[in-house]
Structures are given as structure tokens and as C-alpha cells.
């Protein structure tokens, strides 16, 4: 083995011990400990309110009437309480542009209103996005029964296979935008915690005068969140695996999430000398970065400001989760994305080596 590898190798070993013990320290703390578990109720919230409950009876239907029968002007409201909220489509193509989550799209062909008026069962035609595809059955029972109740007699709702995969064009939810959340949350809660513990405690000053380099520390305290966001995001693929259509995106945008959190939460930690100046810093910080991000896919926003959202981090890291939820990937939109997101990984990562060269000075 020459030098140089061997030099490699034990850089790593460092770096590691350093995380070691900093996942050990942090599970030790009851507040982290505490963090920890609001996160993972957040995450399993998100979900929650992104699925189909069962006491939700606010039932939400886009529909391209080929019969032009004014099916969405009866009365809405059925006698068990569940409700239609129904919205109109002109085409197919606009149908399986409005169908978002936890909603249904049909299609009422041409000649329902003449079957109805024969006493016939007529059959709609469903479309549903294809998280839900494991629901099928169920949802066809649904809503035959509700639709059947509201027009008086029996009426089948077929869906079978007719799963419509979200446009990268069209935001049909906001799944990419809960990993973001996630993620930055529990980094930005726990990660600068290393960091001012390090200066709490002195011993930053003690691995700096050791053997230790300042590349060594960074990679350690980065490895040390990592562990902490691994958890919110293992969490997260096991409950929206579903929505996912590009597994090897997918997780590339959460390893891309992921060190980008690292290095705002250790870049944070090494500027800020107290909790107290954190908490000052966190809340507008979350706001540019979060807030911006969660707005960047509305049709209606000015193109001049949607050109500058653009140009944050956090928008390129939820474009990228959403192709990794389409039918398929803007390569151009896709290199911008990641162009914008690495070089904020670079700043941010520089910063952190920058303030710890200068604690060495």
C-alpha cells in the first residue's frame, strides 16, 4: 500500500471515529432524542394527510362528460353525509392533467344518460393516479355506491388499469416537497448541535492541535448527520414507495437532499456561537429556503419571479424529487437543477472548511 493510500484510509478512520462519537453523544441527549421523534411524527403526518382516510367523505372527481348530461349540476350532497366535489375537464388530456391525489377522474361516455333513462347500469370509466394502484378494487366499490346513490339507481365505476402517471410538468402533490421538509428539519435541529457542543465543550480546539485536519472534522460531523437523516429518509421510502416511478432518481435527489441539509445545518453551526442565535437565524432561513420552493410549480406565479425561485437550491432539489415521481425526465431541467445544487454544496461546504481554518489560525 503507498503513502498516499494508506494516508486515505486513516483520514477515513478519523472522520469516522469523529462520527461515532458524535452519534453516540447526540443519542445520549434527551432535547435530540426528543427532535428525533417530532420528526418521524412529521413525516408519518405527512403522510397521512397526503392519502385517502377512511372518515373523509369529501369525495373529489375531475370529469370529461362525453354526454354532456350536466351530471356535475345535481346536488352534491348524499344522506350519509359524503359530499362530490366535482371539477369539469375538456378532453382526456385535461382530465389526467387535474386528477391529483386522493382524487378520482372519470369519463361518462356518450350514451349514459340513454342507458339511465332505459334502466340500464351504465359504466363510468375511472382513472386514478398509480400511488393508488393497490386500491383498486376497493375504490371501485366506493364509488360505485356513492355514484349510484346520487343518481338514484345502480351505476358501475370501472377502473382496472387505467393509472395515470403524473406529468414531471404538472404538480399533481407535494410528496417531493414533504422529503425536503424532512430533511432539512432534523438536519437544522440536530446537526449544528455537533458543532456548538464541539465549542461548548473546547474539544474542536483538542482535534484540531491532534493529528486531525480540519477535511477530517467536516467529513466527521457530515457523516454524524447523515445518520440522523438516513432515518427520516428510510421512513419516508417505506411509506411512499408507491409514488415513486424512478427508484435510481430517487434516491439520487435524496442523497443530494441530504448533503445539502448537512452542509446548511454544519455551515450554520460553525457561524452561530449559541442556541440562542440559531433559533434567530433558523426562522428566516427556513422561510427563504422552504416557503419559495413550495410555490415554484404554480401556473400562475409571474415568470419573472419563477425565474428566480428557480435559481434556489431547494427548487432544484424538489424538481428533481418530482421527475423522480413523472413519466419521465427533462434532461434540460434536470442539469439546470443539479448545476444549482451542487454549486450550493460546494459554497456551503466551503464555508464549513473556511470557519474551522480559521479556528485553527
Given at each position: 500500500?503507498?503513502?498516499?493510500?494508506?494516508?486515505?484510509?486513516?483520514s477515513?478512520?478519523?472522520?469516522?471515529?469523529?462520527?461515532?462519537?458524535?452519534?453516540?453523544?447526540?443519542?445520549?441527549?434527551?432535547s435530540?432524542?426528543?427532535?428525533?421523534?417530532?420528526?418521524?411524527g412529521?413525516?408519518?403526518?405527512?403522510?397521512?394527510?397526503?392519502?385517502?382516510?377512511?372518515?373523509?367523505?369529501?369525495?373529489?372527481?375531475?370529469?370529461?362528460?362525453?354526454?354532456?348530461?350536466?351530471?356535475?349540476?345535481?346536488?352534491?350532497?348524499?344522506?350519509?353525509?359524503?359530499?362530490?366535489?366535482?371539477?369539469?375537464?375538456?378532453?382526456?388530456?385535461?382530465?389526467?392533467?387535474?386528477?391529483?391525489?386522493?382524487a378520482?377522474?372519470?369519463?361518462?361516455?356518450?350514451?349514459?344518460?340513454?342507458?339511465?333513462?332505459?334502466?340500464?347500469?351504465?359504466?363510468?370509466?375511472?382513472?386514478i393516479?398509480?400511488?393508488?394502484?393497490?386500491?383498486?378494487?376497493?375504490?371501485?366499490?366506493?364509488?360505485?355506491?356513492?355514484f349510484?346513490e346520487?343518481?338514484?339507481?345502480?351505476?358501475?365505476?370501472?377502473?382496472?388499469?387505467?393509472?395515470?402517471?403524473?406529468?414531471?410538468y404538472?404538480?399533481?402533490?407535494?410528496?417531493?416537497?414533504?422529503?425536503?421538509?424532512?430533511?432539512?428539519?432534523?438536519?437544522?435541529n440536530?446537526?449544528?448541535?455537533?458543532?456548538?457542543?464541539?465549542?461548548?465543550?473546547?474539544?474542536?480546539?483538542?482535534?484540531?492541535?491532534?493529528?486531525?485536519?480540519?477535511g477530517?472534522?467536516?467529513?466527521?460531523?457530515?457523516?454524524?448527520?447523515?445518520?440522523?437523516?438516513?432515518?427520516?429518509?428510510?421512513?419516508?421510502?417505506?411509506?411512499?414507495?408507491?409514488?415513486?416511478?424512478?427508484?435510481?432518481?430517487?434516491?439520487?435527489?435524496?442523497?443530494?437532499?441530504?448533503?445539502?441539509?448537512?452542509?446548511l445545518?454544519?455551515?450554520?453551526?460553525?457561524?452561530?456561537?449559541?442556541?440562542?442565535?440559531?433559533?434567530?437565524?433558523?426562522?428566516?432561513?427556513?422561510?427563504?429556503?422552504?416557503?419559495?420552493?413550495?410555490?415554484?410549480?404554480?401556473?400562475?406565479?409571474?415568470?419573472g419571479?419563477?425565474?428566480?425561485?428557480?435559481?434556489?437550491?431547494?427548487?432544484?432539489l424538489?424538481?428533481?424529487?418530482?421527475?423522480?415521481?413523472?413519466?419521465?425526465v427533462?434532461?434540460d431541467?434536470?442539469?439546470?437543477?443539479?448545476?444549482?445544487?451542487?454549486?450550493?454544496?460546494?459554497?456551503?461546504?466551503?464555508?464549513?472548511?473556511?470557519?474551522?481554518?480559521?479556528?485553527?489560525?
Amino acid at each position: 500500500m503507498n503513502a498516499r493510500a494508506e494516508k486515505f484510509i486513516n483520514s477515513l478512520y478519523i472522520a469516522w471515529a469523529i462520527a461515532t462519537k458524535d452519534i453516540l453523544d447526540v443519542l445520549k441527549n434527551r432535547s435530540t432524542l426528543i427532535n428525533l421523534i417530532v420528526i418521524i411524527g412529521l413525516v408519518v403526518f405527512f403522510y397521512w394527510a397526503s392519502t385517502v382516510r377512511p372518515w373523509d367523505k369529501r369525495l373529489e372527481v375531475t370529469i370529461y362528460d362525453e354526454s354532456n348530461n350536466g351530471l356535475t349540476d345535481l346536488p352534491t350532497e348524499l344522506s350519509d353525509g359524503y359530499s362530490f366535489v366535482f371539477t369539469e375537464a375538456d378532453s382526456l388530456e385535461d382530465l389526467q392533467r387535474k386528477v391529483r391525489y386522493e382524487a378520482l377522474g372519470v369519463v361518462i361516455p356518450p350514451d349514459f344518460e340513454q342507458v339511465l333513462a332505459s334502466g340500464g347500469k351504465p359504466t363510468i370509466t375511472g382513472y386514478i393516479l398509480w400511488a393508488f394502484r393497490g386500491q383498486v378494487a376497493e375504490l371501485e366499490a366506493l364509488y360505485s355506491q356513492k355514484f349510484s346513490e346520487l343518481l338514484g339507481q345502480p351505476v358501475n365505476v370501472h377502473i382496472g388499469e387505467n393509472f395515470i402517471v403524473p406529468d414531471p410538468y404538472v404538480d399533481t402533490s407535494t410528496v417531493n416537497f414533504h422529503i425536503l421538509f424532512a430533511t432539512l428539519f432534523i438536519a437544522i435541529n440536530l446537526v449544528p448541535a455537533l458543532m456548538m457542543e464541539e465549542k461548548r465543550t473546547k474539544t474542536l480546539d483538542a482535534l484540531l492541535v491532534s493529528p486531525t485536519n480540519e477535511g477530517q472534522v467536516v467529513l466527521g460531523k457530515a457523516l454524524a448527520g447523515l445518520f440522523y437523516v438516513l432515518l427520516s429518509g428510510v421512513l419516508f421510502f417505506a411509506l411512499y414507495n408507491a409514488y415513486i416511478t424512478n427508484w435510481a432518481l430517487a434516491l439520487f435527489a435524496f442523497l443530494l437532499c441530504a448533503l445539502f441539509s448537512i452542509g446548511l445545518a454544519l455551515a450554520l453551526g460553525s457561524l452561530v456561537q449559541s442556541q440562542q442565535q440559531m433559533m434567530f437565524w433558523m426562522v428566516p432561513i427556513i422561510f427563504l429556503l422552504i416557503v419559495p420552493s413550495f410555490f415554484a410549480g404554480e401556473p400562475f406565479l409571474a415568470p419573472g419571479l419563477k425565474a428566480v425561485i428557480a435559481w434556489l437550491p431547494t427548487t432544484g432539489l424538489v424538481k428533481i424529487y418530482g421527475f423522480a415521481l413523472s413519466t419521465h425526465v427533462p434532461l434540460d431541467q434536470l442539469l439546470f437543477s443539479l448545476a444549482v445544487v451542487v454549486a450550493s454544496l460546494v459554497l456551503l461546504f466551503g464555508i464549513v472548511v473556511w470557519k474551522i481554518r480559521q479556528s485553527d489560525r
